[in-house]
């Protein structure tokens, strides 16, 4: 019977240094408990990759140490991979292979043959609804079809661990939805445990046990959503005025139960409310006496953005584009 | 007419500006045909020792009347190229909104396909007179000699113009080079026609840059011949490909 | 080698096989291609025979050597292209991630350029049969040539891939494709060396390795058995591929960083 460590993964201290570059990771320690999905949530330029590279043994790190499966990444490499399945920020498929061959070659890598590759492969494409395109080739599929080869890819090995980055990225919605019910069956009766990259706060909201937000290649907060947004515990009301010209009078009114926030709708005024101060009703009567008409009022319950906003004061969304990118993987490997 | 010369200036200036700044467009474009001068006179010149090789002017400036007549195709296909560029990145749909008259974008990459091409020619025949190239005809028949060269360019710029136009993508290379250098190669381009036996000499004597090509050496050995034919040759290939690039720039036209 | 690893490098051998049939570009031009070029020279310079000392009274047959190098080329370029993309596009990685050995992928990527180039070689020489010449060494040579031509093959695919594995770059290697023609122009494809009147030529002709994989071939087809150029060709050609191979195992080393 496999023993807990044998899927679970473990970082302490982990970093990764690029030549000529800034410190892309710098310093995480984490724990992910098996039969977990943790969801990896941070902005473009992270280190999210990065790391994602370094537990999958593509990249060794700077310093700090790691293991996955119960295996050092650094001394035990060719274990590590044997132990899991990962599907990269890129499809990385060929577009000249049909998906069919795509599953023979992964699975002769994978040292599976003959009838048993067969099976597999015929196993895998009906599970994530890919037999009737199996033998078209991949240059004919769409973005949600790619990323379904690209999880069957990852499983062809009934691997104990899974590392999913950013699987979802450029995904309609309902390709999207069909992924995350793959990966919470997978987690849930199969017992897989799934490390998760995503900058999308719904994904990591709707599929993660647990949540590592990493910005600037450091963790800065980790918990499940419900207590990451819990520590926060801070509502946010927004008010559009009927009348856009009181715009000024609905910020000052409400700025005396909060700080003002951005990232809400055009026209709105929205804050942040503090822990002691201010309820809804109070809130309608302070806007009442001054006599503004309000044509909307709404309550926001924490995000995971607003944890993300709180622990570095920036919204998560866009954060990545306001930054100069970080290498997390620079052209030219740097030598360890 | 003054739209059309402002938005050729404008091309062009951009075209140049680009080639002459950018050193992976600069160096094949000067290497290529050095590089076949070099290769082709220092592999071959044996070969003017062939009973009936009658050229007295030598080898240097017999190869050296075939590179300059192909770098002068070759700068307007490598002209092609840049404008299937243009259409892939959605440059050429910023000229097409912008240009009061679109013809003056058709002008400007001639223009400019003859400059890039003027310099390379310039840089070639520098070069060949280093390597002590033999000149016997004058002065008008050196002006001759450059003057086909440059209708060649824009024989060349015209048509890759066109395959550009219709097909807007740069895998069209291929389309609008081989026929070019099939032409190029199918002539005399090693040894005098009459020296060519089977098949390709037969190619070779209805090819119709061979009269180019004869005519050059013609005129670098100060003993001009089929001039007439060249020329009208050569003003014939313009005429053909002008009437071809205007019509596929009216399909980039309706294709929007 | 282990058990596992016989099969891996004929699935990933497979692979690049399939991808190159599965682009006719790739496939027609390096067959095409070089034979037109052969076509061309073969009556441009059929006087060329006419000069004293020439080998043979027939170009067709002094010049069917260029294909085989020149195909050999074209083909690994093409080729190293796609392993480039697979860098850029993370598909080494995927590779990567499975328990494949980094030397077993080398030898398939190698493995399917060697197969195409073989294929190629086949086509060539029927070709050439087809139009007259005649192999002065025989059944013997014609057997002879096609191990000379996978090992020209795989110099050239060494090279390509050590390019492709440093770069990672698609353009990088598409760039490689006037740097290895300069070799071919200025060499002894269009004359024999004893015969280039220019001294300068003679010399880097002389110094230039292509040369001796040409002449090698040539003397297969038009003296029989010249163990000279023979040995020379054959000395080249495995020189070239256990540097080119060195470099590109380095190479692969590096890029897959992986522990």
């Given at each position: 019977m496999d023993s807990p460590r044998q899927n679970s993964i473990e970082a302490h201290g982990l970093v990764r240094e690029f030549k000529k570059g800034?410190?892309?990771?710098d310093g995480i320690d984490l724990r992910v408990d098996p039969g977990e999905i943790y969801g990896f949530l941070g902005p473009n330029g992270a280190g999210k990759s990065t790391t994602v590279h370094m537990l999958t043994t593509l990249l060794p790190p700077t310093a700090g140490t790691a293991t996955v499966a119960g295996y050092d990444?650094?001394?035990d490499g060719p274990k590590v991979r044997k132990a899991i399945g990962a599907a990269l920020q890129?499809?990385?498929?060929?577009?000249?292979?049909t998906g069919r061959e795509h599953l023979r070659l992964q699975t002769s890598m994978h040292g599976i043959t003959g009838d048993e590759r067969r099976r597999r492969s015929d196993e895998l494409l009906t599970r994530v609804g890919l037999m009737e395109a199996a033998?078209?080739?991949?240059?004919?599929?769409s973005g949600g079809m790619k990323r379904r080869l690209d999880l069957a890819l990852a499983l062809v090995h009934r691997p104990r661990i899974l590392f999913l980055d950013?699987?979802?990225?450029?995904?309609d919605v309902q390709s999207r939805t069909a992924l995350w019910v793959e990966v919470g069956r997978l987690a849930k009766d199969e017992g897989v445990t799934v490390f998760l990259t995503t900058q999308y706060l719904e994904e990591a909201d709707v599929l993660a046990d647990r949540v590592g937000i990493i910005d600037h290649g450091r963790i800065v907060a980790e918990g499940t959503p419900e207590h990451l947004k819990a520590e926060i515990a801070c509502s946010t009301v927004e008010a559009v005025p009927a009348?856009?010209?009181?715009r000024g009078t609905v910020a000052t009114v409400l700025e005396r139960f909060g700080a003002q926030t951005t990232g809400?709708?055009?026209?709105s005024v929205a804050v942040q409310l503090t822990a002691s101060n201010g309820n809804l009703a109070e809130i309608v009567r302070a806007l009442d006496a001054e006599g503004v008409v309000l044509s909307q009022l709404q309550i926001h319950e924490p995000t995971l953005d607003d944890v993300f906003l709180a622990k570095?004061?920036?919204?998560?969304?866009g954060a990545g584009e306001e930054e100069v990118a970080e290498p997390e993987q620079p052209a030219e490997p740097a030598r360890v | 007419m003054k739209d059309t010369i402002s938005v050729a200036r404008a091309v062009s200036w951009r075209v140049l500006h680009t080639f002459f700044t950018n050193k992976s467009f600069l160096l094949p474009s000067v290497l290529f045909p050095l590089f076949f001068f070099t290769a082709f006179v220092g592999a071959l010149?044996?070969?003017?020792?062939?009973?009936?090789?009658?050229?007295?002017?030598?080898y240097t400036a017999f190869q050296f009347v075939f590179v300059l007549l192909q770098s002068a195709a070759f700068s307007g296909v490598f002209t092609g190229f840049g404008i299937a560029r243009d259409f892939e990145s959605g440059f050429m749909r910023r000229l097409m909104l912008a240009a009061?008259?679109?013809?003056g974008i058709l002008l400007g990459y001639a223009v400019s396909s003859l400059a890039r091409w003027l310099t390379v020619a310039a840089i070639v025949t520098v070069v060949a007179l280093i390597a002590r190239m033999n000149i016997d005809g004058n002065g008008v028949d050196l002006v001759g000699l450059y003057v086909l060269a440059l209708l060649l360019n824009l024989a060349g710029t015209l048509w890759a113009t066109g395959v550009a136009m219709r097909l807007?993508?740069?895998?069209a290379a291929p389309v609008m080079q081989m026929p070019v250098f099939l032409i190029l190669f199918f002539a005399p381009v090693y040894v005098p026609l009459d020296l060519l036996k089977g098949w390709i000499h037969g190619v070779a004597s209805v090819n119709p840059l061979t009269a180019l090509l004869e005519a050059g050496r013609g005129f670098i050995s100060g003993r001009p011949d089929l001039t007439l034919a060249a020329f009208a040759i050569a003003v014939g290939l313009i005429l053909g490909f002008t009437l071809w690039a205007i019509r596929g720039l009216r399909r980039a036209e309706a294709a929007g | 080698m282990t058990a596992t690893a016989l099969p891996q490098i004929a699935t990933l051998g497979r692979r690049a096989v399939i991808r190159t049939a599965r682009q006719p570009a790739n496939v027609v031009f390096p067959l095409i291609f070089p034979m037109l070029l052969l076509a061309v020279n073969a009556g441009g310079l059929h006087?060329?025979?006419?000069?004293?000392?020439?080998?043979?009274?027939s170009f067709l047959a002094f010049a069917l050597a260029v294909p085989f190098v020149q195909g050999a080329l074209l083909a690994t370029i093409n080729a190293n292209v796609e392993f480039a993309r697979d860098i850029q596009t993370g598909f080494l990685n995927r590779l990567a991630l499975?328990?494949?050995r980094s030397l077993v992928l080398l030898f398939g990527q190698l493995g399917g350029l060697l197969t195409i180039a073989l294929v190629q070689a086949v086509f060539y020489l029927v070709v050439g049969l087809a139009f007259?010449?005649?192999?002065?060494?025989?059944i013997g040579g014609a057997a002879l040539l096609l191990v000379l031509e996978a090992l020209i093959a795989l110099a050239f695919a060494a090279i390509g891939s050590w390019a492709a594995l440093r770069t990672g770059s698609t353009e990088a290697v598409q760039g490689l494709f006037p740097v290895f023609f300069v070799f071919l122009f200025l060499s002894s494809m269009n004359m024999p060396r004893n015969l280039i009147q220019t001294d300068w030529f003679r010399w880097v002709a002389t110094v230039n390795p292509v040369s001796y994989l040409i002449e090698a071939v040539r003397s297969l087809v038009?003296?029989?058995?010249?163990w000279e150029a023979l040995g020379l060709g054959f000395a080249v050609a495995i020189g070239m591929s256990v540097i080119g191979f060195a470099l590109a195992a380095h190479a692969l080393w590096n890029r897959l960083e992986r522990t």
């Open positions: 800034p410190r892309a990771v990444v650094v001394e890129e499809a990385a498929l060929d577009p000249f292979l033998d078209r080739k991949v240059k004919g599929y950013e699987p979802t990225t450029g995904l009348n856009p010209d009181e809400y709708g055009p026209g570095t004061g920036r919204h998560l969304e | 010149s044996r070969i003017s020792q062939v009973p009936g090789f009658d050229f007295p002017t030598g009061p008259n679109r013809s807007r993508t740069q895998q | 006087s060329a025979t006419k000069l004293p000392g020439f080998p043979t009274s499975t328990p494949v007259g010449v005649r192999l002065e060494s025989g038009i003296e029989g058995w010249n």
